[in-house]
């Protein structure tokens, strides 16, 4: 059952990254942050999808996006993020507990990040999937099985670059369907803004040792 769940939304994030099926719905656009919401079929969540400029380098907003000790600072909700395996610059695994409001139960999860580059474009790719199987599921937290997670970062010159997340989360229980999709949503355009303030202070120092700007 656990494995079907696992392919189902493996199948339903490649759907609606399927540019013939673009039907995105504008559902903010504030503080120089665009935020989308699309439905997927046969699902009651909602796919999200930001985008944002940012004052950075493509090695800076890569290095701070693959430094998952850091994830408590600027990441919506996290608690606990924790590095499992760096197979390499470009490639780990990490362990996160997402803190939800009462009475709801905070969830966690275990997720494989895979950093790419193209080579012609400079166009980054950060792909984010939840994984099973590395970490022991929590008497008091609801384990996240279906989460896929990706960032596409374009650079428009050496200071700047545009910023597009896409995500498709189920964070399972029994939490309506309406705040599921509102939670999501709010909480990453926080990320966002978060994650801003963060290159304001970081940009100079942080870099991902692996991308070429």
């Not at 499992?84 to 490639?91: A, D, G, N, R, Y």
């Not at 650079?155 to 989360?169: D, F, T, W």
Request: hydrophobic residues 40%; positive net charge; proline residues 5%.
């Amino acid at each position: 059952m656990m494995k079907q769940l696992l392919v189902t939304g493996s199948l339903a994030f490649i759907s609606f990254l399927c540019p013939a099926q673009e039907n995105w719905k504008l559902t903010g656009d504030q503080d120089g942050i665009r935020s989308w919401s699309r439905k997927i079929p046969d699902s009651r969540i909602n796919a999200v999808k930001l985008e944002a400029v940012f004052n950075t380098s493509l090695s800076g907003i890569t290095g701070v996006i693959a430094d998952v000790a850091r994830y408590d600072s600027w990441v919506f909700n996290s608690r606990g993020s924790r590095l499992l395996k760096q197979v390499s610059p470009s490639e780990l695994y990490y362990y996160s507990e997402v803190i939800f409001p009462w009475p709801a139960t905070n969830r966690d999860f275990v997720s494989h990040i895979q950093v790419s580059q193209d080579a012609v474009t400079k166009v980054v790719t950060i792909n984010a999937n939840n994984v099973s199987g590395w970490e022991p599921v929590h008497p008091k937290r609801v384990r996240i099985n279906q989460s896929n997670g990706k960032w596409t970062l374009t650079p428009i010159s050496n200071k700047e670059v545009k910023a597009e997340y896409v995500l498709l989360v189920d964070p399972g229980g029994e939490l309506p369907a309406w705040i599921i999709n509102s939670f999501s949503s709010k909480g990453l355009v926080q990320t966002f803004k978060n994650l801003r303030s963060l290159l304001q202070q970081t940009k100079k120092s942080v870099v991902h040792p692996g991308i070429e700007d």
